[in-house]
């Protein structure tokens, strides 16, 4: 039997346990799934005890994906170019970390046919998640990526990449592209009904995506496909990026079909 959770500082109302749990039932894997709620500043006690009671593994979120990263052996490469480490497992007694968010974005667009190779594209926030978006979109071929954030001057954007341009919002009404991707917390439940854009920047775009999962159609979802774009929300992100994250713990590959069971049945819960 295989220990393994989520790390974050407050996990009232995550859904890792829920997938990750039918993950491993559908796997046939025996094994246990918990949360790890850690006040801030106690990063090398909870790594101690990883590696003390052998735990096989476990998925990081907010606010710990860049702070993880200093007390682990090994990091991918994924996980360097995002700067952030969403799932870390351990392989006899060293940690290896990775970036799994990457892969739930990229099977998000390849479900919704959303084809971004030599195109404009637009990404709504700076943070964490914007980061493996950015990789995602720039290794299947994006002319362009802009990263809007509102202040520009503050922002953790790192890329070297020159496709890369980060502006600000007023800039973004100047522009027009194929994909816009919503990666701010912008209409998540219990604030839904709002939208980090107007219909005049998404009439601009031929596909919207936002990850926010909770509710599955936001607002900004909501807009784009009464505009007749292709759109399409967050939860297929979430389940794509937990099957990989079970792959890695399990050194196993898993039928991707998997993503479409457990997502279907969780789009019922939203």
Known sequence: MEFLGVLGEKLPHTYSPIINKRIMELINVEGAYKKFELPRGNMQKFIDGVKTLDIRGFNVTIPYKEEVMSFLDYISDEA???GAVNTVVNKDGK???????????????????????GKRTVILGSGG???AIREVLLDD??????????????SSENSKDKRVKLINYDELAKLNGYLLVNSTPVGMYPKVGVSAVGDEIIEKFQAVVDIVYNPTET?????????????IGGLYMLVG????????????????????IIYN???KDF
């Open 141 to 154: 071929g994006a002319e362009e990526v802009y990263i809007v954030s509102r202040y520009p001057q503050y």
């Open 129 to 131: 998640a914007s980061k």
């Open 265 to 267: 049945e969780l789009k």
């Open 219 to 231: 607002e900004i979802l909501r807009r784009a496909r009464s505009l007749g774009k292709i759109s």
């Open 95 to 117: 940690l290896w970390g990775y970036n799994t968010d990457y892969f739930g974005f990229h099977s998000t667009l390849k479900i919704a046919n959303i084809d971004v190779k």
């Open 80 to 82: 360097k170019n995002i």
């Open 241 to 260: 990026q937990a099957v990989k994250a079970e792959e890695i713990f399990h050194q196993i590959e898993i039928d991707k079909e998997i993503i479409n």
